[in-house]
């Protein structure tokens, strides 16, 4: 019995909506990776440059995010968890993409 109670705690955990928050992404470790994708950049400007930029979208994300649906944080935060390197600038362009198809 206590093996079938910790599988339900564990799929209940699987369960839980996009909360009302801006999901946490480290964004070193993301732009590092991107930056191990791209070949004859400097790397320490670079780095620099990507992390102010996560920062940036971090932050347009913080007024955006509640005012967009459930529907349209799952599904692009969804997204984001595709890949291995979540991204804010990609998750907010997502957001916006909606808004703008959404819009007559």
Do not use: H
Not at 78 to 94: D, I, K, N, R
Request: aromatic share 4%; net charge positive.
């Amino acid at each position: 019995m206590p093996i079938s109670i910790s599988m339900m705690i564990l799929g209940a955990q699987l369960l839980v909506p996009v909360a009302d928050n801006v999901p946490k992404f480290d964004m070193a470790r993301s732009c590092k990776l991107d930056l191990a994708a791209t070949a004859g950049l400097s790397v320490g400007q670079s780095l620099k440059s990507c992390v102010n930029d996560e920062q940036k979208a971090r932050r347009q994300l913080g007024a955006l995010w509640t005012k967009m649906s459930v529907a349209q944080r799952e599904s692009c935060a969804g997204q984001e968890a595709v890949g291995g390197t979540p991204s804010y600038v990609s998750l907010l362009t997502c957001l916006q993409m909606d808004q703008w198809v959404l819009k007559p």
